[in-house]
């Protein structure tokens, strides 16, 4: 199985999950990316067993349109029972590092707004100690300057992602080189920089269930 293959298999599986969990009035949480994109696919095949969904971006509610899907704003959705979304890397404590679709700031607060969340990942994600991809901040865009040098003083090095905003219109900056070894620290610390809108470490909201996909099957942690 190639990686394509492997995110398709394990948003399969995720569908599975869902099913099985799923009462009329649920209202879910949906990610963004490409391993996502699989499971808002198949999710058509679960289409009036549920309320509806909240999608972390504008690229996934159109799919989830799409896809029949009765798509609602978080302010109109009361508590989301489940929440489904990749991520870049996880770590074996379930702490992530998200925002390489740029849509972290989003994804944050849609996870952070659900009971249980569901981490959908293919073998080449998990990883000992989160760092290696950078890490994408989301800034405002009189900040950007100033926060890229708080970001170097940091230890980082920070890159303004080309021709790219947000949902939120702000731009990203993908930040490689930071000192990862307390994670909850470092995505506290970055959040503390004036300007900066959201991180993309998801270590004080981590997942709460990794489903994993690789050659052998699927794993869960
Ligand atoms: C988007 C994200 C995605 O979950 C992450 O980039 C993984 O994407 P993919 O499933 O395409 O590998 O955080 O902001």
């Known amino acids: 199985m190639n990686r394509e293959q492997l995110k398709a298999r394990v948003a399969q599986e995720a569908i599975d999950y869902t099913r099985e969990r799923l009462t009329p009035d649920a209202v879910l949480g949906i990610g963004t990316g490409s391993t996502v994109n699989h499971f808002i696919d198949a999710l058509r095949c679960l289409r009036g067993q549920f309320a509806g969904c909240v999608a972390s971006s504008e690229m996934s509610a159109e799919r989830l349109a799409r896809s029949g899907c009765n798509v609602i704003d978080l302010n109109e959705a009361g508590a989301l029972q489940l929440y489904v979304d990749g991520a870049d890397e996880a770590d074996f404590s379930r702490r992530l590092i998200k925002g390489g679709g740029g ?102 909201r981590p997942a709460d269930q990794v489903m994993l996909a690789s050659k052998s099957g699927i794993s869960v942690y």
Request: charged share 25%; aromatic share 4%; proline share 5%.
């Open 103 to 204: 849509a972290l700031t989003r994804e944050k607060i849609v996870a952070t707004a659900s009971d249980h969340f569901l981490c959908i990942i293919d073998e080449s994600k998990r990883k000992v100690r989160l760092g290696a991809f950078p890490l994408a901040v989301e800034v405002l865009r009189i900040a950007v300057t100033q926060v890229c040098s708080t970001l170097a003083d940091l230890g980082g090095q920070p890159h303004l992602r080309a021709n790219f905003r947000s949902d939120e219109g702000n731009p990203i900056l993908d930040v490689s080189g930071l000192d990862f070894s307390d994670p909850l620290a470092l995505e506290s610390e970055i959040n503390q920089i004036p300007g900066v809108v959201a991180n993309g470490i998801f270590a004080r």
